[in-house]
């Protein structure tokens, strides 16, 4: 049975939303740390990761985005570098497009990510 619309939905950290790309992406700190050649080391990303940083620059999120395959304006929007009527408008319909499907909440989304890793995670297994 479909949640009530006037249910609260809380939306991910940037912090939380990047732990989450990353483990979709079956990588280790470290190897997110190369495959930046080193502009994001394993430390700071971590912090990033444990909210101990909230706004990395934009070079970070830019370089985080490409390695997670990711939107650098959702990863903007999260950071706060986007105007709230953009990243409102603008982050989601750029979500809904890359699940195909239209109105997800912020918490389906995570849900789809999560479950994306865990599907990489099988086949890695395999």
Do not use: C, W
Not at 14 to 30: F, K, W, Y
Not at 53 to 82: C, F, H, Q, W
Request: charged share 25%; net charge positive; no cysteine.
């Amino acid at each position: 049975m479909p949640e009530s619309s006037n249910h609260s939905h809380k939306k991910s950290t940037l912090g939380q939303h990047l732990a989450a790309l990353r483990e979709a992406a079956g990588l280790t700190l470290r190897q997110v740390e190369e495959a930046t050649d080193k502009e994001v080391s394993n430390a700071y990303l971590s912090q990033l990761e444990k909210d101990k940083i909230s706004k990395p620059s934009p070079n970070i999120l830019y370089a985080v985005a490409k390695v997670y395959s990711t939107k650098y304006e959702d990863l903007m929007g999260r950071a706060g570098y986007l105007p709230a009527h953009l990243e409102a408008s603008g982050r989601r319909q750029a979500r809904a497009a890359t699940f195909a499907i239209e109105n997800l909440t912020p918490e389906e989304e995570e849900a789809l990510i999560a479950y994306l890793g865990f599907i990489r995670q099988q086949r890695k297994q395999k």
